[in-house]
């Protein structure tokens, strides 16, 4: 379906294209990390894992101020006061923030805050939202469907770039299979698919596809091996009280630990630290 | 992690719920048919289409005016102009009109023409616009996610009770499996299933599922025996000059003998056509 | 990948082809229906297992005596024993026997007792037994992998036929999906894709799909009004004593009530019962 | 299922396990490497596979002599021929030979010819033969069936440790998925997955996974990064001639290629090449 004729792909614009949120080069020999909690839960929590997430030399920080909960009655967010934490937290540690924007209305406001939209594997297909997003020239980080080919990830993209922005990061979060262990089935083997495909950057969330701490180490070394632009990974300081999501969050030592591995992974595979 | 205390749960209301379209009853001991083409491309084809639907003694007519397709290349659909003429076309044949909404900011438009709003696939997990539409009275015909369980669809489900409207139908679709000879996997045990769990009323879409004309009509029959309350099918005047999915459309003489079939087969399992 | 060429091509042989059981017609316009135990267990359980299926007018027995178990440390079957108790309550209440065959080494003396051998999911691809029950004459039903496409499971089929066997009865066991209320899920959209491929009879087992009694009554309605040619059902003279899937085993109550079911629908889609 | 009394479980037994193949340790912080070409086709062939393999600093040399192909038209393999090949091969180059044993009553002809026997996915779950390989005390390399979870597949290995033989290692192949643009989809997770669950030593097919030489590389230097204990790949001497997965073979030279990078990348998790 994807022809050689759309923006996104490599047949189209064969050389690496690149992002830039905040100063930050993603793409190429580059490997990004974005890290921080999965939701902003409180002034204090965003401070302590952004001073972690820059310590440990991570460039940009991630958090959700709105979140896509699969009951109504989970914890949905702190809203704009998240967004504006998150602002906060960045300009104070000079991180690039990475946040979620949930629908077409909410763009300019998530934009008044954020370095770069995050659209949530939820709303890969959310066309309205998606082509909000390309009428901006803001960094996009768009996220695989949870049951989506490569080749409907790379269409969603397509929407994006068909309004004119080609600012687009993909971000692989795992698919759903029958095995049951781990949340979803991390599909590495889209990276190098992707990058033959098309020469916008791809990163890996290792995070919400295991669904577990122990695994997320492993599987984060594993997505610098195969190539990955970068990762997204979820930091709590204190991950036994998140209100979301605590089980899958690195502590800030692991994160520490994580960013010294993938020092030393990187330039195996021809890339280095962003 | 859904509990007894959803207003949506089987616990929390025991008797069959039934929902009213335009008159039409849906739920409980009755197969409703929702019938139409996949998009609204002109005035002629959606006349035709309508005249069919009402001959064959269906009751509410299907169409789409906003089309969330794969590639953003694709035909997007007639936009406000379609739902023009189906709102036409629902009153000079008498039959209930259901309509794609596919954002937030577009419920009060869409909600002008339609009777019944739907929620598609790709949007079950639109947060946003669950609770757009939670906030009207107006009946909602709620899709599977291609990918999701049965208890993240009634979830989603919940979201738009928990803001005060149950008239909700449900609509299995199809799921995402590896068997590449159907679009989708017609998930038929989906239906007892759901109806163990919830009172609302469920139906079936044999036409995106499986993708073929040849294979709707057994698929039909069998979502009927299987005790289902109803079905939305493609009906296409001329399905060989559809812009949208016409392989998977019915003649309108299919549309007629299918319409028999369940008139014959809804007694069997103790149910009538509505 | 399969050609016109394949003995079992509906393109090959384009009338459809019928087996024969002990005198029992299976394909065509047949409805057949095996019924018994998961697992041989005891001679009076046999006994009464099919005094009831054969009071309810079907005509094929089933019964595991060898069962290929998840668990080496779960009940693996009374083995010959077994064997020997079903053909004696086949004799006595005149009933074709259907009974698993695990291996390629065991052809002969299951083939001394069974006059149908099942091959089970988990060796739909077992190469060196489906060419030993190709080598000789005796009807074969072959069920389909848990994740064996459709086309994957003919080429199983051909690889018996092409020893020279056709006496082939294919049977739909629901396939491995993410969903997790039901064991398996039932792909029913199965039979008329296999039907329009081959011209081999297909069955239905809603007992291993679903795995839950309440279940597989509405799936073995939706299958005869799929089109299918019969279903193999487990039914249990006392389903919470048994060894094996005593929770998908329907009472032979339920049988009678179901039998009838099949009886009332079968006409609808211009079938009968064998 | 699986409880701590299971042999094969990490409770049972906490420290890894090691297997020796011809002196060639695997498990423990051991990187082994088994390559050599899907099928065995000539002695020519064999032999210079057999060459490359030995001179690029692997131990073992993989190579099928019986093939279960999907077709029963497709090539099956030299048989016994293709076994003696395979001896001669090892024993000239003094590598290990594993190939795969299809029943379980091969097992005395197979055991003569090689040092370990590989059981296929398709008969992960084929009881008599992982009772037959568990009577004997060589080695077994079980792949994991392309739909089983993990807990079946190690369920299918305490069949074999039951009957007395734990010399098992395990090996992910690629899970069913409904992507297309991969053959399968290579589970990577199931690897610290499977490390905790239990203490034999796990390895990674690259090769069949992906299905495609350019996908081979990236992630075979992934399994690695996430702890694998070691890789079976194809490699041919003249891909392009390939009777079986030609398209999945690596060269020589990009066999040479890959274990270079895994020397450099397995210190950094703590393993070291065997």
Redesign the interface.
């Known amino acids: 379906?994807?022809t050689e004729s759309y923006k996104v792909s490599r047949a189209h614009h064969p050389e690496d294209r690149t992002v830039i949120v905040r100063g930050t080069v993603i793409g190429g020999d580059r490997v990004v990390v974005m890290a921080g909690p999965c939701a902003v839960e409180s002034r204090e929590q965003v401070m302590a894992a952004a001073e972690s997430v820059s310590r440990s030399g991570a460039k940009l920080l991630r958090g959700g101020a709105f979140k896509?909960?699969?009951?109504?009655?989970a914890f949905?967010g702190m809203g704009e006061e998240g967004l504006r934490l998150l602002r906060e937290a960045g300009d104070r540690f000079n991180l690039g923030v990475v946040t979620e924007v949930?629908?077409?209305?909410?763009v300019p406001m998530v934009g008044e805050y954020a370095d770069m939209f995050q659209i949530g594997a939820?709303?890969m297909?959310?066309?309205?939202?998606l082509r909000a997003v390309g009428k901006t020239q803001k960094p996009v980080l768009l996220k695989r469907?949870?049951?989506a080919?490569?080749?409907?990830w790379l269409?969603s993209a397509?929407?994006i770039a068909?309004e004119g922005n080609v600012n687009i990061v993909l971000c692989e979060r795992g698919?759903?299979?029958?095995?049951?262990?781990?949340r979803y089935?991390?599909?590495?083997?889209?990276?190098?698919?992707v990058r033959?495909m098309t020469s916008l950057p791809v990163i890996v969330d290792p995070s919400h596809?295991?669904g577990s701490r122990?695994?997320v180490m492993?599987?984060a070394?594993?997505?610098?091996?195969?190539?990955a632009n970068g990762l997204i990974v979820e930091v709590h300081p204190s991950p036994e009280t998140a209100l979301c999501d605590g089980s899958q969050a690195l502590t800030t030592d692991d994160f520490e630990h994580l960013m010294n591995?993938i020092r030393?992974?990187a330039p195996?595979?021809g890339m280095r630290l962003s």
């Open positions: 379906m994807m896509p909960r699969t009951s109504p009655y949905q949930m629908d077409a209305s909410q939820r709303n297909q959310n066309i309205n939202l469907g949870m049951s080919t490569i080749e409907e269409c397509e929407y068909a698919i759903r299979t029958f095995e049951p262990m781990t089935t991390l599909d590495l083997s889209a990276i190098p698919v033959s596809a295991t122990a695994y492993p599987m070394r594993a997505a610098v091996a195969v190539g591995d030393s992974m195996i595979v």
